[in-house]
């Protein structure tokens, strides 16, 4: 069985940073899409940032552009997500997820075959 397990979250002021890590267990393949999602209190589950382990590259949410940085090291089978300059509004729930497909990046939830089990972030003064 493939797992997934999500650490690094906490409690952290505003302009602060965070990073959170991914590790995949039991993961078979070597090509695959690997990323995160947020949800927020009463909102919707939403991409932040996702990279593919076949040639590195990665897609951004608007708000994560310039302050998240994704990276993997897949002899691991691990992700990295620093977050850096976070606000009020990055306070949520993150999920990590691998996709199986590594051709091209999907970006929305249903896409994911497996999933972690959260790590709360708290941006808050």
């Known amino acids: 069985d493939v797992q997934l397990q999500a650490s690094g979250g906490g409690l952290v002021q505003p302009g602060g940073s965070l990073r959170l890590s991914c590790t995949a267990s039991?993961?078979?393949?070597?090509?695959?899409?690997i990323g995160w999602f947020r949800q927020a209190p009463g909102k919707e589950r939403e991409a932040v940032a996702f990279?593919?382990?076949?040639?590195?590259?990665?897609w951004y949410k608007d708000y994560a552009k310039g302050r998240f940085t994704i990276s993997t090291d897949n002899a691991k089978r691990t992700a990295l997500l620093q977050m850096n300059n976070l606000k009020s509004t990055d306070t949520a729930v993150y999920f990590c997820?691998?996709?199986?497909?590594?051709?091209?990046?999907?970006?929305?939830?249903?896409?994911?075959?497996?999933w972690g089990q959260g790590t709360l972030v708290t941006v808050s003064s």
């Open positions: 997820a691998v996709d199986r497909r590594p051709y091209a990046i999907a970006t929305y939830p249903g896409a994911y075959d497996y």
């Open positions: 039991g993961l078979s393949i070597d090509d695959y899409t």
């Open positions: 990279i593919s382990s076949r040639d590195g590259s990665s």
